[in-house]
């Protein structure tokens, strides 16, 4: 990874996270600690953070502009092509049966998804990394929630850390239902926060079957970190027709492609 590569990832983690440590970062990046340390210090003389003891912040000014996006970003997002995620969310409860246990990520179509869950009644076991999908469905008498634990940050909707990996692996998962920042037929499914990204590779290892809910804009595109690759994918649904090299490469590679139109 070339130096202008690290330093705007360590640019886009301080944007998410306020805060990073060089042991963060030597582990997310599989840098050294020499090298981690050498880019903060060459960072902040370009004005572009502060040196901790042991990490780096943003500016001041900067996080406080940061941290006001932030706190908008998943009332956004949870916004942003609701109608389709609405109707992918409704394609996937077709495959879902009495007494399975299945596994929600926290993305904003996974919750969605769970706004139909909150109406059945089929008795399920549903696990989460979703704050506001776990206090959702809890309400339901029909479904026994599990929320998976973790670290909670005020400017997230998600449990993030390995924390859970335990409990994850403890369960048998029927189903996976997960969404992404991005997907393409080269890296699979991918994610700009390599701290989410970390848990959702745990949750695809576990699951018997994989569901990916993603709505048109973020197909052929790409992010920072993956967390399945193609071939870990069984089920696809999307709002609109994917392309024709996208729809061949799912049939020569045995994935079920849905379109909720």
Do not use: W
């Amino acid at each position: 990874m070339f130096a202008d590569q690290r330093r705007n990832l360590i640019i886009e983690l301080l944007t998410e996270k306020g805060v990073v440590t060089v042991n963060d970062l030597t582990s997310l990046l599989n840098i050294s600690a020499a090298t981690i340390r050498s880019d903060l210090n060459q960072m902040e003389k370009q004005g572009l953070l502060l040196r901790t003891h042991g990490g780096a912040m943003l500016k001041a000014e900067e996080t406080n502009k940061e941290t006001d996006q932030l706190e908008k970003n998943y009332e956004i997002r949870e916004k942003k092509f609701r109608a389709e995620k609405q109707r992918i969310g409704n394609k996937a409860l077709h495959y879902i049966q009495e007494g399975q246990c299945i596994l929600l990520d926290a993305s904003t179509t996974c919750f969605e998804f769970a706004k139909y869950l909150s109406e059945t009644k089929m008795r399920l076991t549903v696990v989460t990394s979703g704050i506001a999908t776990a206090a959702m469905l809890k309400e339901n008498p029909y479904l026994t929630v599990i929320i998976i634990g973790g670290i909670v940050r005020n400017t997230s909707n998600s449990v993030e850390g390995l924390l859970g990996e335990e409990l994850l692996r403890k369960i048998n998962i029927d189903l996976l239902f997960t969404s992404a920042y991005a997907f393409n037929i080269r890296d699979g499914l991918s994610d700009f926060s390599l701290y989410e990204v970390e848990l959702k590779k745990v949750m695809v290892s576990v699951a018997n079957k994989v569901i990916v809910l993603l709505d048109h804009s973020k197909v052929d595109k790409s992010s920072i970190a993956t967390f399945a690759r193609p071939n870990e994918i069984d089920i696809f649904i999307t709002d609109k027709p994917v392309s024709e090299e996208i729809s061949h490469f799912f049939a020569a590679n045995g994935i079920e492609l849905e379109i909720a139109e």
